[in-house]
């Protein structure tokens, strides 16, 4: 490993990871160097990246333009760690659309066929949002601040173009932007003691989807109690980026005793837990429908979505593939880098999109996009994975269960 310093906050400097090697310059390769990634404006520092070094980051990937921690200690070590204790996760990369104004809410209906009407201003919504042709363009949740007032917390994609497009073409009265908001999120069993001790006993009153503020310092903070994990725990959206050290060393200093750790979304707990990902389990390609997400596209609201037509026409035929879970055999087989195909009878019949070996299960798992003709429960297939040879495998729901 090399040995670099952290990273200043006005400007990044290098740092040094045992499987990536992040540069300020262009790029720096040698036939002994691993790949290099190389920093610049386009890809964005976060209010915690110094505290993501110093607390050993091993790996990123970019993320809205940004830097999102992949593994602290190993990704194994992460997920066992997660699921007994608890993490603080740098998900600053969830950026926000900001959009005010009288059409707001007006205009977040037109982005997903989800039914807002009853949306309290207190309420978080995990939304399918699509285009024309119903395709996914991203899943996002919309943190309802008022009815004139909405963040959209974006997965992976640059969404905000998308919604100025609409806003325009349909002269809506609303202004937007993303705000210098950075999510910070606290996550594991023991994320109800450590923010209990840093934000007093009733913030654990917090029901799930719901956010209230928070004070700390001389402002005050959106939490709600959401998150990419199935461990459950809280998401900060820290207001401000001057706020972000202070808040992470009062968690750390506070979860001293309770094993806290930097740590970040881990991909076997996210597959155990069938937490999709938008790139990586389904894109504008897909449907909300072929997406497992019909439960977001009902109720009468779902007319005033722009993909509503096409979306009903599925609705009636149903869709011809859909993602299911799949247990694959054999001994442990390394995440997939690409997708791997999924035949039966000699036939391609669908495709993995996000695999790893669950030391919970014992068993390889993973998520795969299926055609409707081999989707049910037991069906036995094979999967031609990158490095483990042809595999059998059985299709099973999502989440998993211990068999």
């Not at 610049?40 to 333009?65: D, L, M, Q």
């Not at 956010?211 to 994990?229: E, L």
């Not at 993995?352 to 068993?363: E, I, M, R």
Request: charged share 20%.
């Amino acid at each position: 490993m090399r040995h670099t310093n952290p990273l200043d906050k006005s400007q990044s400097q290098n740092i040094a990871f045992k499987n990536i090697f992040v540069v300020t310059e262009t790029y720096v390769t040698t036939a002994s160097m691993p790949p290099a990634l190389s920093i610049s404006r386009r890809i964005r520092n976060t209010p915690f990246t110094r505290k993501n070094t110093e607390h050993g980051v091993k790996a990123y990937t970019v993320y809205n333009h940004m830097l999102l921690p992949t593994v602290f200690e190993s990704i194994e070590a992460d997920y066992h760690h997660l699921k007994k204790h608890v993490q603080i996760w740098d998900v600053s990369c969830q950026r926000q659309v900001e959009i005010n104004g009288p059409d707001a809410s007006k205009l977040v209906q037109m982005l997903t066929p989800r039914n807002l009407k009853k949306m309290s201003d207190d309420q978080c919504y995990y939304l399918p949002v699509v285009d024309r042709q119903g395709g996914m363009l991203n899943d996002p949740v919309a943190v309802k601040h008022n009815a004139n007032r909405w963040w959209i917390s974006l997965a992976d994609s640059d969404l905000m173009f998308w919604i100025k497009g609409l806003a325009t073409g349909r002269d809506l009265n609303v202004v937007m932007h993303e705000p210098d908001v950075s999510p910070l999120a606290i996550q594991g069993p023991k994320s109800n003691d450590l923010m209990a001790r840093v934000f007093g006993d009733d913030i654990v009153n917090l029901k799930f989807f719901r956010h209230r503020k928070i004070d700390f310092m001389d402002t005050q903070f959106t939490v709600a109690r959401s998150g990419f994990s199935v461990q459950g725990g809280f998401e900060i959206y820290v207001e401000g980026t001057e706020y972000g050290e202070p808040l992470w060393d009062a968690l750390f200093k506070a979860g001293k005793d309770l094993n806290v750790r930097a740590g970040c979304p881990n991909l076997i707990e996210r597959i155990e837990g069938g937490l999709l990902s938008y790139g990586n389990d389904m894109t504008n390609a897909n449907t909300p429908y072929e997406a497992g997400l019909g439960k977001f596209c009902k109720g009468p609201a779902a007319q005033d979505c722009v993909g509503a037509d096409m979306l009903q026409k599925e609705l009636e035929n149903g869709p011809k593939q859909q993602i299911r879970g799949l247990r694959i055999a054999g001994n442990p087989l390394p995440p997939c880098a690409t997708t791997w195909p999924i035949h039966a009878d000699g036939a391609p019949i669908g495709q993995v999109s996000s695999a790893a070996w669950s030391p919970d299960l014992g068993t390889n798992i993973a998520i795969c996009m299926v055609a409707n003709t081999h989707w049910d429960d037991g069906t036995q297939v094979s999967v031609h994975t990158e490095t483990g040879g042809v595999r059998a495998a059985e299709i099973c729901a999502l989440p998993f269960t211990k068999s």
